[in-house]
């Protein structure tokens, strides 16, 4: 059954990078995901809240999470919805990490001070332990989440625990995707795994390591908070008003993401969300930037436009392979 | 000859935790002489508030936990309503209850079915895969139909909780981490099409909740009636009170309030203390109340074994959680153990779930949902609500505008606190003292008992220096908090 499987994602794989495979044939690739075992994935939890991990339980736009952790995946090691505990949850994580080509996830950042002890995940094994351990026999590594990114709020200054990200704790790696957001968009995250496994490959990224298809787009050109007055400047008087947030602290000129289409909870499949941080009439807060949260707060301040990025609808040239509309506003 | 296991890492909870007991044989039967529960977390949130804008203390505190992030936005945003002197409107008062309340629905869907169940469960041929294999099996768990059933309700209530959280985010804005709370109200405004978006969730979460959720929870109490007489704990409850239905908050859903050896008491919180004779700080970090503590950590305190101060009301431990709140509110009376806070946390959510139905209808269209207010250059402030898990406080200081000091005590530094200056262990330690081990190697009931405090450990906070000074090997208590 295993064999059959890799033998198919293989062909599919193929079949992607050439362009053939249609949506007939992404049926068939679920159908044979749904047989028992799948793509293993180990997930990992240090220095963070959890959040991410129930994020991720909302799935439902590409697929929901009944399917995915019943017939699609094969996850492994998930302290929160695991069966085991204790010892026999470490012998399924250490058996699990025996076997090279797992998908390692990552959620929380690494701290590194006190020798690691600030986030032990079981006796003897600190979260920079078991990253290092565990990175080792991955095919791929999702960092999920600005902790675990970039080191996100755990590594809010002064950072009293060291917390790094992924990509600074490997010195950098090309098996890394990163993933952030406070939390993650479970969509951001199953579209990212989903492309790893019918492409056999990592998406395009940009220079931060961040898939181009959810993080290509800046959060201001696309937002319908400043579109009321056809093109007039609208600004907001106070939070909840109508209009532009800009000026009462909304990161959205300093921030790629498709949060504006995408949005937040969504009501089902192939459907986008009920709401969203700026939709509620509250400023982004930038929780997809590497700088987050320092760099992004305070989050009721204006923090005056990069300069590249001054200028509406033109994006800073800095790093960025292709801007395109992946998904068209509802 | 006593024996000590160790559960670590004691998963299907949030955060890391460690448990250890002792088991013995005592009149026969082979059981718990002994406990310890070790948090392994610090990430520091005081430390990383201090300086920043107050306004932005919600956004910040709400990282502390992704599974009841609401409920520190709330004690956050209550905390700045005070130090700002600014009373939300009453549509910002109930859109704040609303998404808190799904957020509620949402935590207690999940700890019953995909944090708790797997422990009455025999999923062979079920589950039989990861994340469900392997996993313990033991004679007395549910088989057949009760299984299968069980099964896939846990499916079930996977979509169920999602649609909580959609129906949090409608006001929210997002979950988890809600965008739209803030000191002097919500910023979300209220439309009829958006009443209706919640409300149409809110029927499903009912028919699940009245026909599938309750029903369970009593099924299981019924295949389970030794658990009625086991997790027991010292039986003090205390809670802060949540869901303020007026706009000075002196009318609440879950008043607070302490019962104590047997007697109800009104709350006061100036009645807590922390102690620290067996947690590792200076002895001055001690005896204080919260808000006025200070915290200096000294790894090599003899007689310490934890992280965790002990907080105290009027001196003595106290369990925080559904049951505490629903028992204090008089609404259940049935008994304290461990199916009774399983019991009481699946009628809490029925009547939380009935009760947001006349919250919509009390929301009106257009109404202010915010009060605009400015930063003072000094203040003080105390924001004390409920988590899903029980009592859960926020106290903080501003000077020069800006955080001077924030403290949080979360629900599980109650229910998991290390023994105090009189000796007396924390709740968690005392429920599982008498839990028999019919296995050694599958401390199934331990599991059970634990999960029914709902442990949630991702925030410690206190300001500690976790150096583990037997070299990482094996600390006993060091419950961090959340």
Redesign the interface.
Known sequence: MRISRRDFLKAAAAAVVAGKLGPAALARLQEVLRA??GPRVIWL?G?????????F??S?HYD???NL??NTL?????????????D?????AQA?GTQPGYILVIEGAI?VG??G????????M?MADAVTQFAANAGYIVALGACACYG???G??????E?KGVGEFLGGDSRLVNVPG??AHPDWFVGTVTYILTAGHLPPLDEHRRPLQYFGERIHDNCYKRHQNCGEPNFAE???AEGCLEYLGCKGKHTYSDCPIRK????GKDEY?????V????PC?GCVNPTF?DGM?????YLPAPREAVEDGVPPAKGKLEVRRVYNPS | MATTI???????????L?IEVTVDTVRGVQQVVDARAAG?????FE??LVG??P??AP??TQ?????C?VSHALASSLNLDQAFAVTPPDNGRILRNLVLAANYIQSHV?HFY??SA?DYID?TGL??????????VTPDMATGTTASTLVSHY?GA??I??KA??A?????????????F?VGG????VTAEKIA?FRALLNELRAFIDNVYVPDAQTLGSLFPTYYNLGVGNGNLMAFGVFDLNGAGTSKLFSPGRYTDGTAYALDPAEITEHVTHAWYTPESGGAHPADATTVADADKPGAYSWLKAPRLQGQAHEAGPLARMWISGRYTNGISAMDRIVARALETQLLANTMDTWLDELVPGAP??V?SAIPASGVGAGLTEAPRGALGHWMTIADSAINRYQVITPTTWNASPRDDADQPGPIETALIGVPVADLDQ?IEV?RVVHTFDPCL??AVH?V????RRG???VLLRPSVG
């Open positions: 028992p075992g939890q220095a963070g809240c959890d959040g991410c991990a129930i994020s339980l909302n439902v929901t999470v009944d952790l019943l094969d996850v492994q090691f998930q302290s929160n919805l695991m069966a085991a505990a204790g026999l949850a470490v012998s399924a699990a701290p006190a020798a002890n600030y986030c032990r995940l079981w006796a003897g600190t996100g709020v755990s809010g200054a002064p950072n009293p625990t917390a406070c939390p106070q939070l909840g937040w909870n969504s009501r969300g009920v709401n969203w941080c939709g509620s009439g509250s807060l949260p707060s305070p989050f009721y301040v | 160790t559960i670590d890492p004691l998963t299907r909870i949030e955060g890391h460690e392994k977390m610090f990430r520091g430390v990383i920043r804008d306004r932005d956004m910040y990282r502390i936990c992704g599974v992030p999940l995909h944090l797997l999923t589950l039989d895969m990861s994340p469900w294999t392997p996993r313990f499916v996977l979509e909780r999602r959280h959609q949090g985010a409608v006001f929210g804005g997002k979950l988890p981490c809600l965008s739209s803030v919500v910023t979300q405004t978006e949902v915010y605009p401390p599991l991702a925030c300001m220096r976790p150096n583990d990482g090997a094996r």
